[in-house]
């Protein structure tokens, strides 16, 4: 199994950075693609970013430009840097596996993003 934690959260101006951290542990061998996902109050979560195993990244149209993401393999870890926030990036952040096999990890805690305008 996978397990995967969420940090980095926290308050921030609007136009202001953050960087968040994914780390992973367990069967790290099994993980195809890392996702980072939103949630913001009242609506649903949703997909913002992510990277395969070959280095493939994507990203929500609403963050391209501002957001990167990158790993470290040597820390099995996956960043999401967030650059120029805004008032509507806040919510709680996750991230998530896609295993070969077709499976996801559970959903963790997260980690809030509160951007102040």
């Known amino acids: 199994q996978v397990q995967l934690v969420e940090s980095g959260g926290g308050l921030v101006q609007a136009g202001g950075s953050l960087r968040l951290s994914c780390a992973a542990s367990?069967?790290?061998?099994?993980?195809?693609?890392i996702g980072w996902y939103r949630q913001a109050p009242g609506k649903q979560r949703e997909w913002v970013a992510g990277?395969?195993?070959?280095?493939?990244?994507s990203y929500v149209d609403s963050v391209k430009g501002r957001f990167t993401v990158s790993r470290d393999n040597a820390k099995n870890t996956v960043y999401l840097q967030m650059n120029g926030l805004k008032a509507e990036d806040s919510g709680v952040y996750y991230c998530?596996?896609?295993?070969?096999?077709?499976?996801?990890?559970?959903w963790g805690q997260g980690t809030q993003v509160t951007v102040s305008s």
């Open positions: 990277i395969t195993s070959a280095g493939s990244i």
């Open positions: 367990g069967s790290i061998f099994s993980i195809n693609t």
């Open positions: 998530r596996a896609r295993t070969y096999g077709g499976s996801y990890t559970s």
